[in-house]
């Protein structure tokens, strides 16, 4: 052999090693690789690339979880198998997106010991496996440590120590000259993260589930009105009459800013706010969503976000390769000490650099595992419907359109013409 070819030769091992695929093709994973998941989307490029010599590409989505969903439904409605080949898929879609994502039952059974048993099944339609779990949630509380401690005040339990507490706060600090502090900032803009607010909000006030696991329509009770009304109370009293305009990442810049006592958000917020950048970095705290008054519960939200494949992939067997990339536990530790989001894989939980990093976690793993469901399984098809009027009624009396025994009368008549005679 010359020396050119054996270089040629040890040349052509080398790309062989790297690139095992015979034919490179290039996927399109749903990643948005301009904002603040670019670290996490190039992470798994590069993954992808070394391990499968294919290519990676990203598609970006709205934030709002209804809007991302109404685009999905048009891109799988054309069954355009150049759109997107790995989506995240909201808690809610697995059941309604069903027909459009790959069974991989085959391809990923062998993970299911790894991952929480309710997240698990969730992606399980028919009995058969349709995406991976990637990411749990739950709703949270957030305060101020520092200023709780500076008032003498512990962290509320229920909706009226917090409306309590924030209220004597925000005039103090006012006072002291923090002109544009404000109590409490939460998501009620008209979207899918007013419905989690607005459930977690009910449930607490033991209200129940806007509707029942049995289909049962349940939401014209006075306990959900109260919730409403309690809500409606602290618009422009504890917090900006703006609240009616933000949707997580609203209220996170407020209360990260160091502008708010207290902020209902998700899981991933934590981290954010621990940044050397944040204001508020050592000086937040987390706890349960608070209860509905001394005999209400304290009610988180069940989020979460799973990894599927569009059934109209032309790479089914590299999309199931990213697939189970996304879902190791190294990936999903990188996902959260990147992007603060908890992860879906058990043992994550017990990782001591995880602990380090959110000491909160461990105590959160109770609330995941009892989170309150939106009821996306009993109104089937119908749920995008069911949520769009579940927000409309909260933002309704949010804006004083409203009271909440009218919201809940009015709510519960939407829910009865979308179900017919029973929902599909
Ligand atoms: C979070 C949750 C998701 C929910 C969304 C609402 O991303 O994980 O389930 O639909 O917030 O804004």
């Known amino acids: 052999m010359t020396k050119t070819t054996l270089l040629a030769a040890s040349l052509a091992a080398a790309l062989s090693a790297a690139a095992p695929a015979v034919h490179a093709d290039t996927l399109k994973m749903e990643c948005n690789v301009s904002g603040p998941w670019k670290p996490f989307c190039e992470h798994v490029k590069s993954r992808f690339e070394a391990e499968t010599g294919h290519k990676l590409e990203f598609i970006e989505m709205p934030a709002a979880s209804d809007e991302k969903l109404s685009l999905y439904q048009q891109i799988f409605a054309a069954k355009d198998p150049n759109a997107v080949d790995v989506l995240f898929i909201d808690v809610i879609w697995v059941g309604l997106l069903d027909k459009h994502l790959l069974d991989i039952t085959d391809k990923v059974k062998d993970l299911e010991p790894a991952f929480f048993p309710t997240n698990w099944n969730n992606n399980v339609v028919n009995g058969r496996v349709k995406a991976v779990p990637g990411q749990v949630d739950a709703g949270m509380l957030y305060y101020r440590k520092d200023l709780l401690e500076k008032y003498r005040e512990a962290p509320p339990k229920t909706w009226e120590d917090l409306a309590r507490i924030a209220a004597t706060i925000q005039e103090a600090e006012r006072e002291g000259g923090n002109r544009?502090?404000?109590?409490?900032?939460?998501?009620?803009?008209?979207?899918?993260?007013?419905?989690?607010?607005?459930?977690?909000w009910i449930a607490s006030y033991n209200g129940g589930t806007v509707v029942d696991p049995d289909g049962n329509i349940s939401v014209n009770n006075p306990k959900a009105a109260k919730a409403l009304d309690t809500a409606a109370s602290w618009v422009g009293t504890i917090a900006p009459k703006g609240v009616m305009?933000?949707?997580?990442e609203e209220s996170r810049a407020v209360f990260q800013n160091g502008d708010a006592l207290f902020m209902r958000n998700w899981p991933y917020a934590y981290l954010l706010t621990q940044d050397d950048s944040s204001p508020v970095k050592g000086k937040v705290g987390?706890?349960?969503?608070?209860?509905?008054?001394p005999d209400g519960q304290h009610a988180a939200t069940l989020g979460g976000w799973q990894w599927g494949v569009s059934a109209y992939s032309k790479n089914p067997d590299a999309a199931v390769k990213l697939?189970?990339?996304l879902a190791e536990a190294d990936t999903q530790k990188q996902a959260?000490?990147?992007?603060?989001?908890?992860?879906a894989r058990i043992e994550s939980y017990e990782d001591p650099e995880v602990q380090a990093k959110a000491p909160y976690l461990a105590q959160f793993r109770d609330v995941f595992a009892n989170a309150v469901p939106r009821p996306s399984t009993p109104t089937r098809s119908q749920f995008p419907k069911v949520s769009k009027a579940m927000f409309n009624a909260g933002y309704d009396v949010l804006s004083g359109r409203a009271t909440g025994a009218q919201a809940v009368a009015d709510l519960e008549g939407?829910?009865?013409r979308i179900k017919g005679r029973d929902w599909k």
């Open 245 to 248: 305009g933000y949707q997580e």
């Open 414 to 416: 939407k829910l009865k």
């Open 180 to 200: 544009n502090f404000w109590g409490f900032v939460f998501q009620g803009k008209a979207y899918e993260g007013l419905s989690c607010d607005v459930l977690e």
């Open 336 to 343: 959260f000490l990147m992007l603060g989001i908890p992860p």
């Open 323 to 325: 697939v189970r990339i």
């Open 286 to 293: 987390v706890a349960p969503v608070p209860k509905g008054g």
